[in-house]
């Protein structure tokens, strides 16, 4: 069994920062369709994680997403969707354009020295992949199409021509619980025999049928219907159901049967309350009857979804009860979930060097308990000093090794170009060719970190943390020989 995320982690209020700010503010996320922005010029407003965004089309079909937030003071600007060539704050009315300058400012002639020009609503990254329009708030992010990667083609595969497909209804929903824990429900089928009978009676759930798969930027999930399957007709272009979720939250249906595509995020909106919406496409010979029958069958498992997750929620919440286990097989999508939930705070964590561990530590700082001191990147200039008690090392090594592999890795040999008391002028052995790395003493205090290296007391122990890769944090545990 593999350790979970602590379960704090799904009602703590102050890990909402640092959520939006390490995962939702770098990732593509669904945000409409095209059909919203109307024929011509128009916007869409949207969230992303809890960002407001909105994209833009203008009259030439140039698409550009921005923050929705007004540069005067900061409400936020656009409302749904409409066909207009400008953006206007409901506050005091500074009018952008749909490239996102500032246009006009009520009054801001009488300023002097206000100037319009120069004053521009922050740029994002918008995507579009067939009729679905995605946003990143990254305004530097890798195309869409890199981070779709297989998915176009697996959808492809199941007899869905996205380019045929046609808006239906969007359903608009909330669940009592954290984003995460909606996401978790998703990423499995386990709960499915037990929790969805209807779902089950039509597809094969049976660990040997219902194959799991993982991608760079995606999961997939893909079920047989069943001999003598029951619950909804399955006639039609789609063989076998595909469920993907595309990191971090974007969730993606198509049923077997007719012609169908559903797709939607889960949004945060408090630490125990998730917003979500769901948009329905079917292609073209998909029947009014047929879609009724669909959408009557996904509502059931979304009803039945819902009390399973609220039920969580509660349960998690009590605070008493650390963490829960994950099957390492049946489970593994949500384990690879938590890993990335895990790295994205480790992320932000190394480029702030006051900001806490993990998930955990910060927990754990919310409810007030004493902060865990040290941990540093190598690349800032100047030196930092390391001290922590063998107790507060122990949870430092707890908050990554759930993700980490440690190697013990103890020989003089090795250690000698790193004697105690000599600083190291390039990375410490097991850190890798990156230079993400970072370095915890264990237990013993006064390991001080620099632009050139590292110094190494006698007799230390310490743990390297590396990040070959932004997913793929590993660690070595180095023990230096006294003098
Ligand atoms: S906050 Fe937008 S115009 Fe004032
Ligand atoms: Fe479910």
Not at 82 to 110: F, I, K, M, N, V
Not at 360 to 389: F, N, V
Request: glycine share 8%.
């Amino acid at each position: 069994m593999s350790a979970a995320l602590e379960w704090s982690a799904y009602t703590d209020p102050s890990l909402q920062a640092l959520e939006r700010e390490g995962i939702f503010a770098r990732a593509w996320q669904y945000v409409g369709h095209f059909a919203e922005l109307g024929q011509g010029a128009g916007y869409v407003a949207g969230r992303v994680g809890d960002i407001p965004v909105v994209v833009t089309r203008d009259r030439t079909g140039l698409l550009r997403a921005f923050l929705n937030v007004c540069r005067h003071r900061g409400s936020v600007l656009a409302a749904g969707a409409a066909a207009r060539e400008t953006l206007q704050c409901p506050y005091h009315a500074w009018t952008y354009g749909l490239d996102g300058a500032l246009r006009s400012a009520p009054r801001s002639d009488r300023e002097a020295g206000f100037d319009c020009e120069g004053i521009s609503l922050r740029p994002a990254s918008v995507g579009a992949w067939g009729p679905f329009l995605f946003v990143n708030p990254d305004p530097d992010a890798a195309p869409l199409a890199e981070v779709l990667g297989d998915l176009p083609g697996l959808v492809a595969e199941a007899g869905v021509d996205i380019d045929e497909l046609r808006h239906h209804a969007r359903a608009e929903s909330t669940v009592e619980a954290n984003w995460k824990l909606v996401a978790e429900n998703f990423l499995e089928c386990y709960h499915c025999a037990v929790a969805h009978p209807g779902f089950s009676a039509l597809v094969d759930v049976s660990p040997d049928a219902y194959e799991l798969a993982l991608g760079d930027a995606f999961s997939s999930q893909f079920g047989p219907v069943r001999e003598n399957g029951s619950g909804l007709d399955t006639e039609g272009e789609v063989a076998r159901s595909q469920f993907h979720f595309l990191w971090p939250n974007t969730m993606i249906n198509i049923f077997p049967g007719r012609t169908n595509f559903s797709i939607g995020p889960v949004l945060p909106a408090g630490p125990e309350r998730t917003e979500r919406f769901l948009d329905y496409f079917f292609g073209s010979e998909a029947e009014e009857g047929w879609i009724e029958e669909l959408l009557e069958f996904d509502g059931q498992v979304g009803a039945e979804d819902k009390v399973l997750v609220e039920n969580v929620q509660r349960g998690v919440a009590t605070g008493l009860i650390e963490r829960g286990r994950l099957l390492p097989e049946s489970e593994r999508l949500i384990v690879d979930f938590q890993r990335r939930v895990q790295a994205r705070a480790s992320r932000r964590r190394s480029s702030r060097p006051s900001s806490r561990w993990s998930l955990r530590q910060l927990s754990k700082r919310s409810r007030g308990k004493a902060p865990l001191r040290s941990a540093s990147r190598t690349a800032q200039p100047g030196s930092l000093s390391c001290e922590q008690s063998p107790k507060r090392q122990v949870e430092a090594n707890a908050a990554t090794s759930s993700n980490v592999c440690s190697r013990p890795w103890e020989t003089s040999q090795s250690c000698s170009s790193r004697r105690p008391g000599v600083s190291s002028t390039s990375p410490p052995p097991g850190s890798g060719s990156s230079s993400r790395w970072l370095v915890v003493c264990r237990p013993r205090p006064s390991l001080a970190i620099s632009a050139t290296g590292i110094t190494v007391p006698p007799a230390s122990w310490f743990t390297i943390v590396d990040f070959p890769t932004p997913d793929e944090p590993s660690s070595t545990t180095v023990r230096c020989p006294a003098r």
